[in-house]
Structures are given as structure tokens and as C-alpha cells.
């Protein structure tokens, strides 16, 4: 048993499929197909159901591929751990949700130049779900999300809250108002993120407790394509205050709800099993150090 056949036994457990693994694995599907073959042979036991295109863990399959999980964590860390001299460059890649990478990442590198110079941060933005996933297959050590989130795998720790703020366009008919109530945005189109988006969920639930489903008038990928888009009038967005900018005022008006603030809670996640190295331990105190009292409600 080879560690590079548990890679690709885990490599098609993640992506369901013996040709999508070889291609994150970087070895053609022959190979790979003849290893996990190999290592099925040595067990005495099928791995995998092979259905069409689709590969299914079998009960032998998924008893050994959380064994094989925890061995490349365990291979991982201590790798990390023997090259983590305090005298070497050291590096974490860093992802954040859509709505918080713009607005947080620039400034928070720039102190982290300031305070560990020797700490190298890639960044890597994405929707939640890509972020939960890069964390556990290793791409991403520490991630920007908004909570909860709900993951044994996952260890998450609460670094800010912020209220969600209403968004109309300056030539919009409700800008003339200066309060609202939820009731008022019942008829209105709203401007949204993505399916995928942390805050899209959040919105929908927000209005689904008040017995109605918002009219999606158009979906971005981007916040500032939504800003845009509002800032012309074309519909209202919820949005959270981090997204405010001097250069909305002459297009957007921002406005609280009177009847109920909503708030989103933002977290810095990382896997439970993976090691800590020492920049990693000193970023996870910068950022705390940096946050605290950041964006309460």
C-alpha cells in the first residue's frame, strides 16, 4: 500500500468520478484505475460500485477511505510540522466569501505585511461551499465565512457581527422614505447574489419569516455588479454594511429596517486535524487582535 493510491482512492471519493480524479491527480485514468485496482486486490475487497460514469464508495470503500483521509492529514501535518522553522518564509492560503474578500482581505494583508513579514498570504475567494470544500482537501488553511456553520470537520470561531442594511437606488420610489418596516419590500424586485451565496440564503430566510418569497429581478456574481444594478434603479438589495463605499453616496441610499435589524455573524474556519504552524497560530491572534469590537451591531 502506497500513499499515492490512497490519494487517488480519496481524489475519486471527492469528485465521484475515476476522470475527474485522474485530472486533480494529475496521472492519466489508466494509471490511476490500474493502482486503485492494485490496492483493491492487496485488501481483498471492491472500493468502489462502478455505475456508468459514477463511482460509489462501497461499505468496504467508505470504512477505508476516512482511514485513508486521516493518514494523508497525519502524512500532511507532519511534513508541515518538520519544514516549519520560524527562520523560513512561511505561507497560508487564505479564502473569504464574496462578500467579505474585497472589503477585508487588502487591508488585513497589509498589516499582516507590517506585523509578520515573513508570513506569506495567498487569498482565494469563492462561494461558502468552495471554501468548506478547499479546507478539507487541504487547497485552503483558513477561510472567511459566514456563520454557522455546521461541520465536525470544521473548527469555526466568531470574529465579527454586522447588521444588514437595506439598499435602494437614489431615483428609486422608496428613497424618498426614510423608514422602512419588512412589510414595505413584499412587492418590490430584489437584486441577489448567487444560489450559492451565504447571503442569499440569508435574505431568503429572513423574508420567508415574514410569509413572503422575494421577486429576483436579476442575479450577480460579483457585489459590485449588484450595487450597480441598484444604484440604476433596476431593484433593492439587503446587503451587509462591510459593503458600504464613499462612492455609493451619489447613487445608493442605505437604510435600516425599523421593525427588525437583520445581522449576519462572520467566522475564521479551519480544519480541526490539520496542523498549526507558528504563522498560522500568530495570523489567527493578528486577526483576532484586528476584529475585536469590528462591525458590532
Known amino acids: 500500500m502506497e500513499l499515492h493510491q490512497l490519494r487517488y482512492v480519496v481524489a475519486i471519493a471527492n469528485t465521484g468520478n475515476f476522470t475527474r480524479a485522474s485530472e486533480v491527480s494529475f496521472v492519466s ?16 475487497h471492491k472500493l ?6 459514477r463511482a460509489v464508495p462501497t461499505d468496504a470503500g467508505a470504512v477505508f477511505i476516512e482511514r485513508a483521509r486521516r493518514i494523508l492529514v497525519e502524512v500532511e501535518n507532519a511534513t508541515s510540522e518538520i519544514r516549519d522553522d520560524p527562520q523560513l518564509g512561511r505561507q497560508i492560503t487564505l479564502g473569504a466569501i464574496q462578500t467579505v474578500a474585497p472589503y477585508i482581505l487588502p487591508s ?5 505585511r507590517e506585523v509578520l513579514p515573513n ?3 495567498n487569498t482565494y475567494e469563492g462561494f461558502r461551499g468552495d471554501l468548506v470544500e478547499g479546507l478539507v482537501d487541504g487547497r485552503i488553511d483558513l477561510a472567511l465565512v459566514a456563520m ?35 412589510a414595505d419590500l413584499a412587492d418590490e424586485t430584489f ?9 442569499t440564503e ?6 420567508g419569516e415574514y410569509d413572503f418569497e422575494p421577486k429576483i429581478g436579476f442575479r450577480c456574481g460579483q457585489v459590485s455588479t449588484l450595487k450597480s444594478l441598484v444604484g440604476l434603479g433596476l431593484g ?7 459593503v458600504q463605499s464613499p462612492a455609493d453616496h451619489n447613487t445608493i441610499i442605505y437604510r435600516h429596517l425599523t421593525d427588525r435589524m437583520p445581522t449576519r455573524e462572520i467566522g475564521i474556519v479551519r480544519h480541526l486535524q490539520r496542523y498549526q504552524s507558528r504563522g498560522m497560530g500568530q495570523f489567527l491572534e493578528l486577526i483576532r487582535q484586528i476584529f475585536h469590537g469590528f462591525g458590532d451591531a
Open 48 to 53: 468502489f460500485h462502478r455505475l456508468g460514469r
Open 202 to 207: 440569508q435574505v431568503n430566510e429572513f423574508c
Open 29 to 44: 485514468q489508466p494509471s490511476l484505475s490500474q493502482q486503485v485496482a492494485k490496492l483493491e486486490k492487496e485488501l481483498g
Open 119 to 121: 508570513l506569506q498570504i
Open 148 to 182: 454557522p456553520l455546521n461541520d465536525s470537520r470544521l473548527s469555526t470561531e466568531s470574529i465579527f457581527r454586522e447588521p444588514l442594511l437595506l439598499a435602494v437606488g437614489r431615483n428609486h420610489r422608496l428613497a424618498t422614505k426614510r423608514t422602512f418596516t419588512v
Open 191 to 199: 437584486i441577489m447574489m448567487g444560489r450559492s451565496s451565504t447571503l
Open 108 to 112: 488585513l494583508i497589509m498589516r499582516t
Open 236 to 242: 433593492i438589495a439587503i446587503l451587509p454594511r462591510l
